[in-house]
Nanobody, 123 residues
Framework: QVKLVESGGGVVQPGDSLTLSCQAS?????QAWFRQAPGKEREFVAA????????EYADSVKGRFSISRDNVNDRTYLQMHRLKAEDTALYYCAATNSAGFSTTRAIGAYDNWGQGTQVTVSS
């Protein structure tokens, strides 16, 4: 089991930026960020593949969020810009070695999850 620890959440105003970090206990082939707002299903945000750095984004965050990873330190980042109230959610880091070295937005493909870090966007 891979241990994932998220950090960087907080309370920001609309239009602000925030960067989340996820520290993994070991290397995984695919890492992703999901989020869950109160009363809603957990949804895919972004994913990155370790081998070639391929990335994938949800349409709702494309152009505003950027996922990256530090392969030396097994750390993944989610840079969030132009934040909106609807970005408010608990953000989870997830990882899998079952996606064939590629990205995937399928929640069922991820078998390692962090505890989540809260992001609140409010004026």
């Amino acid at each position: 089991q891979v241990k994932l620890v998220e950090s960087g959440g907080g309370v920001v105003q609309p239009g602000d930026s925030l960067t989340l970090s996820c520290q993994a206990s070991e290397r995984t082939y695919t890492q992703a960020w999901f989020r869950q707002a109160p009363g809603k299903e957990r949804e895919f945000v972004a994913a990155i593949a370790w081998l070639d750095g391929a990335v994938e984004y949800a349409d709702s965050v494309k152009g505003r969020f950027s996922i990256s990873r530090d392969n030396v330190n097994d750390r993944t980042y989610l840079q969030m810009h132009r934040l909106k109230a609807e970005d408010t959610a608990l953000y989870y880091c997830a990882a899998t070695n079952s996606a064939g070295f590629s990205t995937t937005r399928a929640i069922g493909a991820y078998d390692n999850w962090g505890q989540g870090t809260q992001v609140t966007v409010s004026s």
